[in-house]
């Protein structure tokens, strides 16, 4: 293996500094971690996660960081960020917007009126913030017999900070980084800024199993032998390929070939947990070669075995590839940054292989849209997808054929853009552009760029019995109506109307044409 050179210069935040300096001026030893401690070497400046290690008992680092909590059973103590600002009189960034989607083309709020549920929909959906993860101390542990598969039945604290690496995942996660108390003293008797700059004769690196070479070398490896880390916990099956497609790292022979031998000890993994790495995986910069890793791993069956069955399905027409390849590289092309959305592109040609039919000589999929909604959701649903989420696959799925003419008229564009929902239009053009791409096709047409700006000028349109220029009250008034079922009767008659020629949503126009329809209602 050839040794990754050591960075002349290191950048790194100082509030994990600051936990190192207060374990350590407390009497303890204290060392980072884990993913933040390879980033770094790796060059990454933008990192927000980091792990702390100490042999601190957790009721000792509680009592150094009043505002922590420690809920488990595994000796990690938390701190938010936005805590561990005040204890160390430091200010709190803004974190980092982790999902950057492609610019909005129906923007809702260029919409003069939007039906009540839309409007809540999409102030949910703006008002989620990226929130940054708490910080982690953790004391050595060292542990004891796996027998779920999953965790340790017995957690020892560990003597030292190599106990401690010991029982970590991969080699490039088991890399300590140090520093003498007397550089953190210095650093901390005056008001440091919220990033230092580190000389390397500011810290030490301890890598007792070579985790600096395989980061030079691109690889992932497991720390020892790979069936027992396996066997410890199955869900660093996942975690491998994961890492793989995140860092574009190889994965080492001797640990491919022992996650293809344990893949059937994926089943003890929750279906949640096995989303999330899969999420991940597609979010990654390459997700289609990480569905492929999961293919070859053998891991796939165990997490989308719908997906099998698509290798070797021929297509016609615009396609010169079977359904396998072209739904890898529509995902591969997918501009959005949400994973539902990424999902639902993987799977929108899902029912293919059974809808296949060659009769005519040429493979047609009729209705192949309608059965994959279907499929789409139960895999959604087994993944423990939220029910908005299930729903959002769903319409994904079912809609993706969508078909634009010009002659359409505007009602049908906001018939369109009603069933598929405001909030999922960018979704699905997403969709398309994928699918588009991952076919050999441009990325666009002038249909679709048109489709686009009648989609736009139909914002303006109303979407809801609500948004009339009448109400109720006002033809109770008019006509000398009485309360009841006909007066709803009457708007959704008026609604109809407008829905096919908005120009009549005016106050007289409709209470004039809601006299004719009384009569006859």
Same mark, same amino acid.
Not at 56 to 77: H, W
Not at 160 to 171: I, K, V
Not at 306 to 316: K, S, T, Y
Not at 329 to 348: G, M, N, Q, W, Y
């Given at each position: 293996? !050839?040794?990754?050179?050591?960075?002349?210069? $290191?950048?790194?935040?100082?509030?994990?500094?600051?936990?190192?300096?207060? /374990?350590? +001026?407390?009497?303890?030893?204290?060392?980072?971690?884990?993913?933040?401690?390879?980033?770094? /070497?790796?060059?990454?400046?933008?990192?927000?996660?980091?792990?702390?290690? *100490?042999?601190?008992?957790?009721?000792?680092? =509680?009592?150094?960081?009043?505002?922590?909590?420690?809920?488990?059973?595994?000796? *990690?103590?938390?701190?938010?960020?936005?805590?561990?600002? #005040?204890?160390?009189?430091?200010? *709190?960034?803004?974190?980092?917007?982790?999902?950057?989607?492609?610019?909005?083309?129906?923007?809702?709020?260029?919409?003069?009126?939007?039906?009540?549920?839309?409007?809540?929909?999409?102030?949910?959906?703006?008002?989620?913030?990226?929130?940054?993860?708490?910080?982690?101390? +953790?004391?050595?542990?060292?542990?004891? !017999?796996? #027998?779920?598969?999953?965790?340790?039945?017995?957690?020892?604290?560990?003597?030292?900070?190599?106990?401690?690496?010991?029982?970590?995942?991969?080699?490039?996660?088991?890399?300590?980084?140090?520093?003498?108390? +007397?550089? /953190?003293?210095?650093?901390?008797?005056? !008001?440091? %800024?919220?990033?230092? %700059?580190?000389?390397?004769?500011?810290?030490?690196?301890?890598?007792?199993?070579?985790?600096?070479?395989?980061?030079?070398?691109?690889?992932?490896?497991?720390?020892?032998?790979?069936? #027992?880390?396996?066997?410890?916990?199955? /869900?660093?099956?996942?975690?491998?390929?994961?890492?793989?497609?995140?860092?574009?790292?190889?994965?080492?022979?001797?640990?491919?070939?022992?996650? *293809?031998?344990?893949?059937?000890?994926?089943?003890?993994?929750?279906?949640?947990?096995?989303?999330?790495?899969?999420?991940?995986?597609?979010?990654?910069?390459?997700?289609?070669?990480?569905?492929?890793?999961?293919?070859?791993?053998?891991?796939?069956?165990?997490?989308?075995?719908?997906?099998?069955?698509?290798?070797?399905?021929?297509?016609?027409?615009?396609?010169?590839?079977?359904?396998?390849?072209?739904?890898?590289?529509?995902?591969?092309?997918?501009?959005?940054?949400?994973?539902?959305?990424?999902?639902?592109?993987?799977?929108?040609?899902?029912?293919?292989?059974? &809808?296949?039919?060659?009769?005519?000589?040429?493979?047609?999929?009729?209705?192949?849209?309608?059965?994959?909604?279907?499929?789409?959701?139960?895999?959604?649903?087994?993944?423990?997808?939220?029910?908005?989420?299930?729903?959002?696959?769903?319409?994904?799925?079912?809609?993706? @054929?969508?078909?634009?003419?010009?002659?359409?008229?505007?009602?049908?564009?906001?018939?369109? @853009?009603?069933?598929?929902?405001?909030?999922? $239009?960018?979704?699905?053009?997403?969709?398309?552009?994928?699918?588009?791409?991952?076919?050999?096709?441009?990325? %666009?047409?002038?249909?679709?760029?048109?489709?686009?700006?009648?989609?736009?000028?139909?914002?303006?349109?109303?979407?809801?019995? &609500?948004?009339?220029? =009448?109400?109720?009250?006002?033809?109770?008034?008019?006509?000398?109506?009485?309360?009841?079922?006909?007066?709803?009767?009457?708007?959704?008659?008026?609604?109809?109307?407008?829905?096919?020629?908005?120009?009549?949503?005016?106050?007289?126009?409709?209470?004039?044409?809601?006299?004719?329809?009384?009569?006859?209602?």
């Amino acid at each position: 293996m !050839t040794e990754m050179p050591i960075p002349d210069e $290191i950048l790194l935040p100082v509030k994990p500094l600051f936990i190192l300096h207060t /374990l350590q +001026t407390a009497g303890f030893e204290a060392a980072l971690v884990g993913g933040a401690v390879r980033d770094i /070497l790796r060059g990454e400046t933008n990192i927000t996660d980091f792990d702390c290690t *100490t042999n601190a008992r957790p009721e000792q680092i =509680v009592k150094l960081f009043p505002e922590s909590f420690y809920e488990n059973d595994f000796g *990690t103590v938390s701190i938010t960020p936005e805590e561990l600002a #005040k204890q160390a009189g430091l200010s *709190t960034p803004i974190p980092p917007n982790a999902v950057q989607s492609h610019d909005r083309v129906i923007d809702v709020a260029r919409a003069t009126k939007l039906h009540p549920s839309l409007t809540e929909a999409v102030t949910q959906d703006a008002s989620k913030e990226q929130v940054l993860p708490p910080y982690e101390i +953790t004391t050595y542990r060292s542990d004891g !017999t796996y #027998k779920d598969h999953r965790r340790p039945e017995v957690v020892e604290w560990g003597r030292s900070l190599e106990d401690d690496l010991a029982r970590r995942d991969f080699t490039i996660n088991a890399i300590a980084l140090t520093f003498d108390n +007397t550089f /953190l003293q210095d650093l901390f008797a005056q !008001t440091p %800024t919220t990033v230092v %700059t580190l000389k390397q004769s500011d810290f030490h690196l301890i890598d007792p199993y070579s985790g600096i070479a395989d980061l030079e070398n691109h690889q992932i490896r497991t720390v020892g032998d790979p069936n #027992k880390r396996f066997a410890e916990d199955a /869900l660093r099956l996942l975690r491998t390929v994961r890492f793989s497609v995140q860092l574009n790292f190889a994965i080492e022979n001797e640990t491919m070939t022992a996650i *293809t031998q344990a893949a059937e000890l994926l089943s003890h993994v929750s279906f949640e947990r096995v989303r999330d790495e899969l999420f991940k995986i597609l979010l990654s910069p390459y997700p289609k070669e990480g569905i492929e890793l999961l293919h070859d791993a053998n891991l796939l069956q165990h997490i989308l075995p719908e997906l099998l069955a698509m290798q070797g399905v021929l297509q016609g027409g615009h396609h010169t590839t079977d359904v396998w390849t072209h739904s890898l590289d529509a995902l591969a092309e997918c501009p959005s940054r949400d994973p539902i959305v990424k999902l639902a592109t993987l799977l929108h040609d899902v029912a293919k292989p059974q &809808t296949f039919d060659i009769s005519t000589g040429t493979p047609s999929f009729y209705n192949h849209e309608v059965i994959g909604a279907r499929i789409a959701k139960t895999i959604a649903q087994r993944l423990k997808l939220s029910k908005r989420n299930i729903d959002r696959i769903f319409i994904l799925v079912r809609y993706h @054929m969508f078909y634009y003419q010009p002659n359409m008229s505007d009602a049908a564009i906001r018939r369109f @853009m009603r069933k598929v929902g405001l909030t999922n $239009i960018d979704d699905i053009l997403a969709v398309r552009e994928g699918d588009r791409l991952g076919s050999g096709a441009k990325k %666009t047409s002038w249909r679709l760029e048109e489709f686009k700006q009648r989609m736009i000028a139909e914002l303006h349109q109303p979407f809801a019995i &609500t948004d009339l220029a =009448v109400d109720g009250n006002d033809l109770m008034r008019e006509l000398q109506l009485e309360p009841g079922p006909k007066i709803g009767k009457l708007l959704q008659a008026l609604f109809e109307v407008v829905l096919e020629t908005p120009e009549k949503n005016n106050k007289t126009k409709l209470l004039t044409l809601a006299s004719e329809l009384s009569s006859s209602l």
